[in-house]
């Protein structure tokens, strides 16, 4: 039925009601059913930082869905009881999640149980990276109305790290020379005396490092030096006298698992996708050279290729000599320009990075349009979530709903027991073994994927009853370790022929009736599992068994109560022979009388 649908709302729409077997068996829950279920699910959580990767089998990465605590992980959970998980029902509660999330956008609000940074995880379904998204987006979008209230400002600032992973010196100091007075007074209105962290806040930098209009221009300098993070070591630019600053540059701009193949698509279109590196992250590549342009405005194509790219650029290492003083960097003026020349690649005609080089004008960070438009990306993940076809809503619900019911299983205490452990494992794996099915979005109804997923279903009870019994073993003998992995290896063995994987011959046994020895330091443990009766449920129990005669004289009362136990132990142990080393001890109550006036006629006790 999701393979015909076009959209999720056809399940639950009056013109298209659906199939007639639909209508009868699909019940929707009432709607104060449906508000509990959301306000659990979209619960404020708070301050809390969810850890996903936290208590996760090693193999559940393998399987592509959801985490256990997120916000589509928690609602596959809900889904599997909300209506029986019939189709109808599920239609109608996407619907309502859908809204919720949306109002979430709208107002700005922070999406419960979803991280508002880091990277997209692409291992998991494509649901979780959009609501990853867009709590990334919703973020950003709450610091744009803080830091910008006015309407259509666009002063959108992002956070800045420096880019490159060579030392970055924060100070600048004037060096001897005529020549080097007029650079060094250029640096000293743009470059601040601050610590030199590579994450400082863009805000900061805004601030303290930003020329503001109206500023003078220093008469000895042509330039202004904008975005600078402090000198790169002690690299020199090739055509002028300066020391290399790095520059704030944007982070790169999150995408999802779909936006990545529509990118390489685009590439391959327009067939050049020998040149994939540079024209899939050309956004990403022109922020930086404009990024560098203004923080070394005399800088050209090979002193960016030098800073961003330097397995590019092939350098003669008798050529740079460097020497280092207490308080400057000095170069000597007869190693001055450094030499060397690109790399192949960076110098072939018409390549695409000088294109971009020569088109990228001399921007800081701060100024830059964002790499990531929140509004723009927002909306794209809202319309993706609202125009979901149905079947692929439903692939990724079954493959989030075993991967999350499966981590919530490997979290259960059970002792540590090593059939168990090996039978998690292999779980996980034929998991992501059928589920890889869902993935194709091309499931069809009749093959024998779906034979597949119903095997897969079989196996997953088995494996949730074992973990069942060995975490209740474990919970009731956690003082006798012992006689609970012995009690479960027994009914391993006797589970094992009903999971398909041993051939069953013989008598089948139906009831788990193997018995096993409480040794004499495991007793104390299993005598407080049975705790004695109260007075007032002992004279229950005897004003019951009156009841049951209901007036009439039974042919036979007599109840047995028996114990076994040592013979040293035994009241009646001098009695008995010798040669016993073991006696039942066995008491008998005659009662007699009605109903209303119950007696006891005679009480024995015996060994036998």
Known sequence: MSLDAKFVEDFISVENPGPENLKSTAVIPPPTVLDRVLKDLFH???????????????????????????????????SLWFGDCNIRAIAAFWIE?????????????????????GVVDLSTCLINQKLHMLSICIDKKHQLNQECPKAGENNFFLSAHVKGDSHIQSDISSEDGDTEASFFECDSLSTPDRPNDPESDISSFVHSDAVKLGDPIPKHSACIRRGSAGIVGSMMLLKSYQNMHAPFTQDPPLMTEDMHEERLQAVEALGESFRFSAQLEKDILSSDMSAFKAANPDAVFEDFIRWHSPRDWENDDNMEKVESNTNAVVESTNDWPPRGKLSERMSEHGNSWRKIWNEAPPLPASEQKPLLDPNQEGEKVLHYLETLRPYELLGQMVSTAFKAAADTLNRTSFGGLKQLTTRIGQLYLTMAATLRCLQKNSLSVGTEDIEDLKRLCAIFGHVESLITLAASLHQKFLQAPRLSESIFNDYYNFYLPKMGTVSIGGDEKKDFDKKQEVRRQEREVVASMFTPPTVNQSWRKVLSMGNLLNGHEPTLREIIFSKRDHLSENYYASHAPRGYQQELETYRMYICGTSNDLSVALAVASCD
């Open 44 to 78: 404020d959580v708070g301050a809390l930082q969810l850890d996903f990767a936290e208590g996760d089998h090693e193999n559940s990465r393998t399987i592509k869905g959801a985490p256990l605590e997120s916000l589509f992980g928690q609602f596959c959970l809900h």
């Open 97 to 117: 999640f859908v809204r919720e999330v949306r109002w979430c956008w709208e107002e700005s609000q922070p999406l419960p149980r979803m991280q508002a940074s």
